[in-house]
Structure formats: structure tokens, C-alpha cells
């Protein structure tokens, strides 16, 4: 009588272990399908659209086409109609002030040396970028807002009047953003 019992007994583990691994099998089954038919229409819908574009066995796929303002139209007008970003040609935007405000300084052109603590701070000129600590500029006479931003969010900001023929050094100390140490205060 207990060889029967032990024999059921194992039937029955058998047939629930049968059947909670075909109701698994089930609960899984609905996401699987899914995916398969996500890849599916997936290789259908690229598989008809180059045999739609006449990329048949043995044929050859077109010249791709791309769309117009694309990177000469940025480089040229300045704008995109693209929404992707778009790699910029020529020297960086830094240079390309510099120069500008170095060509526009004329013949009784100043000096400015530069100094920022910490060093290798990023210089801005009345809002344009145009290099890092220490440098050198020659600027035209005139009033200039000189900002200098640290590689750790200090910055620093200074306005510096140049006359004709000037040479002139700002030394800058960059004041930090946030404090570095944040310590709690028990009342």
C-alpha cells in the first residue's frame, strides 16, 4: 500500500512540475510572439521598401540623397533646417574671436594680458569665448566685460577700460560656484 501511495505520489509531482512549466510557457509566450512579430514587420517593412525602391536581386540601391542644408548650407548660412547636429568645419569658435577682435584693433591697439587663479580658466570678451588663461590680447581702446569661467564652476568677472597704446595685466581670482565642503550646522 505505500509502494502505491509513493508511486501516485510521484505522479503527481511529476504532473504538477508538467504543468507549471507549461503555464510559464504560457505567461511568457504572449511577450515572445510579440517580439517576433515586432522583428518581423520590421524586416518586412525594410525588405519592401528597398524592393520598392527598385533593389531587386542583381540590381544595384540608388544614390543616396541628403537633405538640403545639410553641412555646406551650415557652414555657408549659418542655420540648419535639420534636426540633427551638424559637424562644424574650421578653426574653433575660441580662434575665430580672437582673431576678429585682434584684426578689428587698429593702429593705436592695446595689450591685455590675462590671468585667472586657478589657471587655465576660459576667457569671454563682451560674451564671446576667445581662449584660456594666461593670454595675451590686443584690443582696441575701449571698455571691455571680461568674464573667466574654472574647469570646476568658479568664475570670476572684471570690467577693464584700455586706452590707445595701453598695456595693461588683469590678474583674476575665480570665486567658486558652490562651497566645496558642506558641513552641517547643530543648533
Do not use: C
Amino acid at each position: 500500500m505505500l509502494a502505491l501511495h509513493t508511486r501516485s505520489f510521484h505522479k503527481l509531482v511529476v504532473l504538477v512540475s508538467v504543468i507549471s512549466s507549461f503555464l510559464l510557457m504560457a505567461a511568457f509566450a504572449n511577450s515572445t510572439f510579440a517580439q517576433a512579430v515586432a522583428e518581423t514587420a520590421g524586416t518586412t517593412s525594410v525588405s519592401s521598401s528597398v524592393a520598392a525602391s527598385g533593389a531587386g536581386v542583381g540590381k544595384a540601391i540608388g544614390s543616396v540623397k541628403f537633405p538640403s542644408g545639410g553641412a555646406a548650407g551650415t557652414a555657408s548660412t549659418g542655420s540648419s533646417s535639420s534636426p540633427h547636429l551638424v559637424a562644424s568645419y574650421g578653426p574653433p569658435p575660441d580662434q575665430t574671436n580672437r582673431k576678429a577682435l585682434e584684426a578689428s584693433a587698429g593702429k593705436d591697439a592695446g595689450k591685455l594680458l590675462l590671468r585667472a587663479t586657478p589657471v587655465e580658466a576660459q576667457i569671454w570678451v563682451d560674451g564671446k569665448i576667445v581662449g584660456k588663461t594666461p593670454l595675451l590680447l590686443v584690443l582696441a581702446p575701449g571698455k571691455y566685460q571680461i568674464e573667466m569661467r574654472g574647469s570646476r564652476g568658479q568664475t570670476g568677472k572684471s570690467s577693464v577700460a584700455l586706452l590707445p597704446r595701453e598695456t595693461r595685466e588683469l590678474a583674476v581670482q575665480l570665486d567658486q560656484l558652490y562651497p566645496g565642503r558642506v558641513t552641517a550646522v547643530r543648533q
